[in-house]
């Protein structure tokens, strides 16, 4: 399968203009269309699991083609350890939320255009491996957000969708800036031309002109932070997040969480630290502690929220904290934490916003404090949030707790004597996300019903087998890479071994 | 290389066909059958086409015989790619132009006589100011183009937005000529020549003194930053594009604005500059009796960029906050200038190439929902998503197109113009102008917002279609394809543009010898 990654991109996209040229009021054909366009990829991803090679740092399922000749643009795609395991996410966590949005009351045809279209964009993100070709799917994606945000989403979605919008795309230009001077200053040695291609570009010995200088280096990598960490979102650039979530339908919030924040991560595993890998040693510092108070930030906030998907969205801002951690001790055990808190965060926080959807499309509100009782009405639902709320509290034997401990162990071991006092600081992110999450539990489904808010709620009904068919594979996972987690290990170690040798080689 | 008279013609075929369509339109509307109704458009639309074609065929002409330029009339007057390109610019403009203006009904309720006569006329003026090498025909060329375009702007006769802005207009127009004019007196004054190479050779020779450029630069800059609306000589442009007919304003923002930066390109870098090695024009070219015009114009630049960008911020009519995002496009195109290399200059040809397809469909757009029963504010568009999909999708294109986002051909464009100041160790100016689009998002976004995130119907039943019927329709077509298809393979189009500067650039200097 030559074309693997090819199609899993662009067979979204097929869909996408499929379901365009259709006839009005077709409404269960175009869910048809949509689940299959996004089954397709889902059921690729099983060759790829398969053919992917766990031994190699090197690119696999390479595809490579001029583009644009005259500005030696290609069109350049493969995975390695870094990216397989995110397309592998994007995959699932679509494909589910196809399902989560199968209710979706108006404009069906536009909808499911539109997040085809933003699958596209999402996995050409991570199979890119020409930084133009990188850059202009960053920023397709952009587009159908601002519309599904925009129009299906909460009370406040105009000026969530434009906040986003704006906030990602000022980080993006910036980043194009830094696209240009590389291109300018990088000589492929191979060809002599300039070049976008990603492994030639962290090439330091193909380096000349302002590159040399140390100034300019430090404002390209903080250009590229910063354009990476909006999206992150990483303190203080975090504000949209709550805003976008909070508004946006919950299988939008899904992909926000699950896929989206991920790209800032794997953006600055990718682009940032590779091309500049002395400056990654210089700001590693920097980043540990930007992910300490992301960790701890984070959750002093969740625990502040009345509103359950703000509380929600506000436990990413402190999980993506960890990877940020793990990422600046710049040891293997930490980047590996790092991917494997990426890959945690992406499952569980999916089964929390799927949860806080349910509950959502029963009594039109998500106010903890207006709840009560609710184990006795629902208990297979609460089950399920039981799950997910452990999953993220980071309970040994679920994914989330790996990921952590990861991140700690990796911490610790850094040569960086920072670290060490950031990690014991970073626990303290264990402690606050046990308790905001048995706080909400406690207060949301235990105890005594609500006696003000009773009677909006007589009709709550359980879970139904739709919702519970997003949940199971996802909580099945969890599940799994929280008791074993070699699997998912495998993919990523080789890949992460030799970014971390890589950059170790270029002390600040 | 010089020809004879019957040669010199040959290579004139487009502006030919053009005048002569001009005169049969006149013909026909003073003497032909009386119930002519749409048949002087048709004419027009066809002798433009005609035209169109005439400018492809010597583009290739041009190609095949290796000649990258050829001198008319005394040097007065240059056939070459770049002066090809501008026609051509213009000459689809002008296309589309005449074929909006067939179905609005209140340019056929003015006399359509009197409009295709005064579009064809702005359009050979555009044509002369891609191809003068002489001060003189470069003044004749720009009034040609500047006074049918006064009477444009006011030709909604009784209509007081319409002759406000015929008034504004010339007013300002007449002040920034008359600079300009001032200007050209104190060159021909400093070269004792009109020629531009004769200028060229002058300035070369180092006799001027500062002083004498500085003074004539800045009243050369007024006239010339008045046709493309550079600030600070700004301020006509939002009256004027808001009261002037929509075809007019979309006539204004286009081909008038692409000949201004293709006289602007031709003087500056003929008189001003020249190229680093002798002989290759499309690489670096060095600034001659440097008084910092570069950073002048690089302030520029900037200056109009931001004051486009921050002013539409507050318009709620469509048509002004296009009128403010052309004043931000000029900003983002005299980047291309400010570089002094044939890398920037083929990023302004490129840009210019892909600007007019989206800026024509935005106008477009604007002129479809007017005809068809909406109004001109943002607020008229709420809902139009719904209404009318296909043209709300358009539009939504065109806008985001104009903020330079992928995959659409503004981007590619605005991609060509940092990159080539980049490149050129302007860093700081391309940070500037990648922040200022990024903002520019904002005011773009409102009018999307208004037509897919307000008047959302709540029942199928509430909509109420806006159609916009086959002609605007496919017009529409013809401008979206563009913008797409150059924003995913732009290589023809880049292939065009740097063969275009490449293989001639504007006129350089040459040894005297070679004047016979």
Known sequence: ?508 | MQLGVVENLSYLTPEIILTVTLGAVIVLDLGGPKDKKGLVARLAATGLGATLLMVILTYFELESKQRSRVFLFADSFVVDPFSMYFKLVAGVCAFMIAMFAAKVRRIEAHGEGEFYPLLLVTTLGIFLMAGVTDLVGMVVAIETLSIPSYILAGFYKRDRGSSEASLKYVLYGATASGSMLFGLSFLYGLAGTTSFQGIATAMGSGRADILSISLMLGLVLIGVGFKISAAPFHMWTPDVYEGSPTVVTAFLSTASKAGGFAILIRLFYSILARPEVAGQPAGQWIPIGDPGWTSMVAVIAVVTMTIGNLAAYKQTNVKRLLAYSSIAHAGYLLLGFVVMHGSGLMAMLFYIGTYVFMNLGAFLCVIAVSENGGGEEISDYRGLGWRSPFLAMCMAAFLFSLTGLPPLAGFVGKVYLFAALVEHGWVWLAVVAALNSAVSLYYYVRVVKAMYLEGIPRREGDVVPLRIGSHFGIMLFLCLLPTVIFGIYWEPLAKLATWSVGASAPVEARPAAAHK
């Open chain 1, 1 to 508: 399968m030559n074309h693997l990654l090819s199609l899993m991109t662009f067979v979204p996209l097929l869909g996408a203009l499929i379901i365009l040229c259709l006839p009005k009021g077709k409404d269960e054909l175009v869910k048809c269309i949509a689940a299959c366009a996004a089954g397709v990829p889902l059921f690729l991803s099983f060759f790829l699991w398969k053919g992917f090679d766990r031994t190699t740092a090197s690119l696999q399922f390479v595809e490579k083609a001029d583009w644009i000749p005259m500005f030696n643009i290609q069109y350049s795609m493969g995975v390695d350890g870094i990216s397989v395991i995110m397309v592998l996410l994007t995959a699932l966590i679509s494909f589910i939320c196809i399902f989560a949005s199968w209710e979706i009351g108006k404009g069906v045809k536009g909808y499911f255009a539109l997040f085809l279209l933003l699958e596209t964009g999402m996995m050409g993100v991570f199979c890119a491996m020409d930084f133009f070709l990188f850059y202009v799917f960053w920023e397709v994606m952009l587009l159908p957000m601002y519309f599904l945000i925009g129009i299906w989403g909460g009370p406040r979605k105009e000026y969530a969708a434009i906040k986003f919008f704006m906030y990602t795309l000022v980080g993006s230009v910036l980043m194009l800036v830094v696209m240009l001077v590389f291109y300018f200053n990088v000589t492929d040695p191979a060809t002599g031309k300039h070049t976008f291609d990603l492994l030639v570009l962290r090439n330091q010995d193909a380096r000349s002109g302002s590159l040399m200088l140390e100034g300019v280096r430090d404002l390209c990598f903080l250009a590229l932070f910063v354009g990476f960490a909006i999206k992150v979102p990483v303190f203080p650039f975090h504000t949209w997040l709550p805003d976008a979530h909070v508004e946006a339908p919950t299988a939008i919030s899904v992909i926000l969480a699950g896929i989206l924040l991920k790209m800032g991560t794997y953006g600055l595993f990718r682009i940032a630290f590779p091309l500049l890998p002395d400056m990654a040693n210089k700001y590693a510092t920097f980043i540990g502690v930007l992910g300490v108070i992301n960790i701890v930030y984070g959750a002093l906030c969740a625990m502040a929220q009345d509103d359950l998907k703000k509380m929600v969205a506000y436990s990413s801002v402190s999980h993506m904290g960890y990877c940020l951690l793990g990422m600046g001790a710049m040891t293997t055990a930490g980047f590996n934490g790092a991917m494997m808190q990426m890959f945690g965060h992406g499952l569980v926080t999916s089964m929390l916003f799927l949860c806080v959807g349910v509950i959502y499309e029963r009594v039109h509100h998500r106010w903890i404090s207006r709840f009560g009782g609710l184990a006795t009405m629902v208990p297979v639902y609460t089950g399920f949030v039981t799950f997910a709320f452990f999953a993220s509290l980071g309970l040994p034997g679920l994914v989330g707790f790996i990921g952590e401990a990861m991140c700690f162990i990796g911490g610790w071991q850094s040569v960086n004597p920072v670290f060490q006092k950031l990690t014991i600081f970073a626990t303290l992110g264990i402690l606050l996300g046990a308790a905001f999450h048995l706080w909400a539990l406690q207060r949301m489904f235990l105890g005594e019903k609500n006696k003000i808010y009773t009677e909006q709620y007589h009709h709550v009904t359980e879970i139904n087998g739709r919702e519970i068919f997003c949940l199971i594979p996802l909580a099945i996972l969890v599940l799994a890479a929280g008791c074993y987690p070699q699997p998912v290990f495998d993919l990523m170690n080789v890949s992460m071994s030799e970014l971390q040798s890589f950059i170790a080689h270029y002390p600040k």
